[in-house]
């Protein structure tokens, strides 16, 4: 199944993007780049905060970010209610995120994670279902603070 996809990072995760960019579409999908769109020094939130919002308001089914260790990018995409952002760096881990977090957004970790990991990680995430039953019940009270 074809996606629209938003995908952005910063500059220590330009390159995978660069290459996950072109797996993507060579899988079929639609994507927006939110930039970086060099490798020079550059603030991660000017990138997660208008994929996020674009994802919140469901102008795309999934984001995909890229850093060096994910968690910036992840703790910047979290603060949006709508946005579930799970940090991984084995398959499974985001297929859990898929499957039982119903995660809408994937964090990869350019520093600790090999290209094909990487590759691995997004086409999972993106072929898995969430579960529903309990599973959907605690995702119900993520926003309910």
Same mark, same amino acid.
């Not at 039982?100 to 995660?103: E, I, L, T, V, Y």
């Not at 605690?138 to 603070?145: A, F, S």
């Given at each position: @199944?074809a996606?629209? $996809?938003?995908? #952005? !990072? +910063?500059? =220590?995760?330009?390159a995978?993007?660069?290459?996950?960019?072109? /797996?993507?579409?060579? +899988? !079929?999908?639609?994507?927006?780049?939110? #930039?970086?769109?060099?490798?020079?020094s550059?603030?991660?939130? +000017?990138?997660?905060?208008?994929?996020?919002?674009?994802?919140a %308001?469901?102008?795309f089914d999934?984001?995909?970010?890229?850093?060096?260790? !994910?968690? #910036? /990018?992840? $703790?910047?995409? %979290?603060?949006?209610p709508? $946005? *579930?952002? =799970?940090?991984?760096?084995?398959?499974?881990?985001?297929?859990? =995120? *898929?499957g039982? %977090? %119903?995660?809408n957004v994937?964090? $990869?970790?350019?520093?600790f994670?090999?290209?094909?990991?990487? /590759?691995? @990680?997004?086409?999972?995430?993106?072929s898995? +279902?969430?579960? #529903?039953g309990r599973?959907?019940t *605690? /995702?119900?009270?993520?926003?309910?603070?």
């Open positions: @199944m996606y629209k $996809i938003a995908i #952005g !990072g +910063d500059h =220590a995760g330009f995978y993007k660069g290459m996950l960019t072109k /797996v993507l579409e060579a +899988d !079929g999908h639609e994507l927006k780049d939110f #930039g970086p769109y060099t490798g020079e550059s603030d991660y939130p +000017d990138f997660v905060h208008p994929l996020s919002k674009a994802v %308001n469901q102008e999934y984001g995909i970010l890229v850093c060096g260790s !994910g968690n #910036g /990018v992840a $703790i910047t995409a %979290n603060k949006y709508e $946005i *579930r952002a =799970a940090l991984c760096w084995k398959p499974e881990l985001a297929q859990l =995120a *898929r039982h %977090n %119903n995660a994937l964090c $990869i970790p350019s520093r994670v090999s290209e094909e990991e990487a /590759v691995e @990680m997004m086409r999972v995430f993106l898995t +279902d969430f579960e #529903g599973h959907q *605690r /995702v119900n009270k993520i926003t309910n603070c």
